[in-house]
């Protein structure tokens, strides 16, 4: 082992490495019985759960049982995926998209705010964030969804005047609770870049404005784009909460299909697939975002001489065209030699 490798932690001895092995060994043992359990009891029917779980009958597929060939019959026809699938994965990529953008909106004006010089922004903005951060989202949905009956019985308001769809809700719900979540990941990026750029800016006459949107938030938001991208994942997967007010999205829709056929185990496997490709291609997003981002800063950082040449850089680590700018030009004598003062 390299001395890099071994730095944050001791190279494992004869002794270590032995009980690395049974270790392992008895992690795996662990996790195959566990997985063993987990068939035989989703394959075996209520009517033949009193027999022992470990015998050699209860190891074929049961007809009836959770495994079945048809419980996963119903994924193979059309009208599964039209009626259930599809509107679900419509619906819940729909809040999930539209909660995503006002949260990071939400989240970026809140969190400079809380930043602001003047208290009478900085204090408010600090009360919304600890407010919507501490309240649960279960909450936040079904307060939106009832707060306008409320209204309506407390003000004598006909009923039907206004209405909260269940999208709204769900979407409002995501949108403050996220939103006050990534309040503090972009102040924590904010305060996270050194102190000597902005001061920099401001030292070249850029205004305190310009030196927020210019310097201070592109950097902080690629530094904090692995914090941003897991809150936006918890947005997508909170989505599901939309059950309390009755939001039909896909895991609803799951449950659905889940009751009506019978096949709880394959529908939620199927369900958690589909919710592990969408966050697979939204990370895939953010590490194409951030690369991009480093492909910008290492292309803008070049130096380039006044008429627009890139300028070289010699072994000490000055620019070539600099030093021969400030080099002051000799002055030959008679004989050939440098000219003595």
Same mark, same amino acid.
């Given at each position: 082992m &390299?001395?890099?490798? &071994? /730095?944050?932690?001791d190279?494992?001895?004869? =002794?270590?490495?032995q ?13 195959? *019985? ?7 009891? !989703? ?7 009193e ?9 074929a ?11 996963w019959?119903?994924f ?6 039209t009626?259930?699938? @599809? ?5 819940? +990529?729909?809040?999930?998209l539209?909660?995503? #953008?006002?949260?990071?909106l ?16 900085? #204090?408010?903005?600090g009360?919304? #964030?600890?407010?919507? =951060? ?8 079904f ?6 009956i ?11 005047? !206004?209405?909260?769809?269940? +999208?709204?809700? /769900?979407v409002?719900?995501?949108?403050l609770?996220n939103? &006050?979540? +990534?309040?503090? /990941?972009?102040?924590?990026? @904010?305060l996270? *870049?050194?102190?000597?750029q ?16 210019? $310097? ?11 914090? @941003?991208?897991?809150?936006?994942v ?9 059950? @309390? ?8 829709? !799951?449950?659905?299909?889940?009751? =009506?056929?019978?096949? /709880?185990?394959?529908?939620a $496997? ?15 997003v953010?590490i194409?975002?951030?690369? =991009? ?13 006044v008429?627009g ?11 070539d ?11 030959p004598?008679g004989g ?6």
């Amino acid at each position: 082992m &390299s001395a890099q490798n &071994s /730095v944050l932690f001791d190279a494992p001895g004869p =002794r270590a490495r032995q009980r690395n092995i049974v270790y392992t060994v008895f992690t795996v043992l662990l996790a195959v *019985v566990g997985l063993a359990v987990l068939y035989l009891g !989703f394959n075996r029917t209520l009517a033949d759960r009193e027999g022992p779980l470990f015998s050699a009958a209860t190891w074929a597929v049961n007809p009836d049982g959770q495994w079945a060939a048809e419980k996963w019959e119903p994924f193979l026809r059309p009208d599964t995926w039209t009626g259930y699938v @599809i509107p679900g994965l419509q619906n819940t +990529l729909t809040a999930a998209l539209t909660a995503s #953008v006002l949260a990071v909106l939400f989240g970026l004006v809140f969190g400079i705010g809380r930043m602001s010089e003047r208290w009478w922004i900085r #204090v408010p903005a600090g009360a919304v #964030v600890e407010f919507f =951060r501490g309240i649960p989202l279960l909450m936040l949905i079904f307060f939106t969804m009832a707060l306008p009956i409320v209204a309506w019985q407390a003000f004598d308001i006909p009923t039907g005047t !206004f209405q909260v769809t269940a +999208l709204a809700a /769900v979407v409002t719900g995501l949108t403050l609770y996220n939103g &006050s979540v +990534l309040a503090e /990941v972009f102040r924590a990026g @904010i305060l996270a *870049v050194p102190k000597g750029q902005a001061e920099a800016a401001q030292a070249v006459g850029m205004t305190r404005t310009q030196t927020m949107w210019q $310097i201070l938030i592109p950097q902080a938001i690629t530094a904090m784009m692995p914090a @941003i991208v897991a809150q936006l994942v918890v947005l997508l997967k909170d989505s599901a909460l939309g059950y @309390i007010v009755a939001f039909p999205e896909l895991l609803r829709s !799951f449950t659905l299909l889940a009751t =009506r056929e019978s096949n /709880v185990i394959p529908a939620a $496997i199927i369900c958690a697939v589909i919710y592990i490709v969408i966050n697979l291609a939204l990370s895939r997003v953010a590490i194409w975002l951030e690369r =991009r981002n480093a492909r910008r800063g290492r292309s803008s950082a070049r130096p380039t001489a006044v008429g627009g040449a890139p300028v070289g850089v010699d072994a000490t680590g000055t620019a070539d065209g600099a030093a021969a700018a400030e080099a002051p030009p000799e002055e030959p004598d008679g004989g050939g030699g440098r000219k003595q003062p």
